[in-house]
Nanobody, 127 residues
Framework: QVRLVESGGGLVQAGDSLRLSCVAS????????MGWFRQAPGKEQEFVAT???????YYAGPVKGRFTISRDNADNTVYLQMNSLKPEDTARYYC?????????????????????WGQGTQVTVSS
């Protein structure tokens, strides 16, 4: 059974940093694009960042320059380093993985492009 488990969320103040982790189990995702999405109460799901199997990255405009996505294929883990957090970053953050291997530089930024999802971790940023 494939599982994605996020951790690292919490309550922080504006300007602080957090590092989210997503550990995958049940299969390897070293050949698969991984991504982070978020959803705030009353709002639609929002793309945050994605990383290809080769390590190429792409970010949503609101987080570019502040967030960094990375992966450790040996540990089947993807990370999201979040710096200079703002109250508008408050949301539940979800890790996602594509089911099929992909060695292209295509950046997948929509939810339906991903096949596996974690349960999410809450990030709350106070002003």
């Amino acid at each position: 059974q494939v599982r994605l488990v996020e951790s690292g969320g919490g309550l922080v103040q504006a300007g602080d940093s957090l590092r989210l982790s997503c550990v995958a189990s049940g299969r390897t995702f070293k050949s698969n694009t991984m991504g982070w999405f978020r959803q705030a109460p009353g709002k639609e799901q929002e793309f945050v960042a994605t990383i290809t199997s080769a390590g190429n990255t792409y970010y949503a405009g609101p987080v570019k320059g502040r967030f960094t996505i990375s992966r450790d294929n040996a540990d089947n883990t993807v990370y999201l380093q979040m710096n200079s957090l703002k109250p508008e970053d408050t949301a539940r953050y979800y890790c996602a993985a594509r089911g099929s291997g992909d060695f292209s530089r295509t950046y997948y930024t929509t939810g339906p492009s991903y096949d596996y999802w974690g349960q999410g971790t809450q990030v709350t940023v106070s002003s």
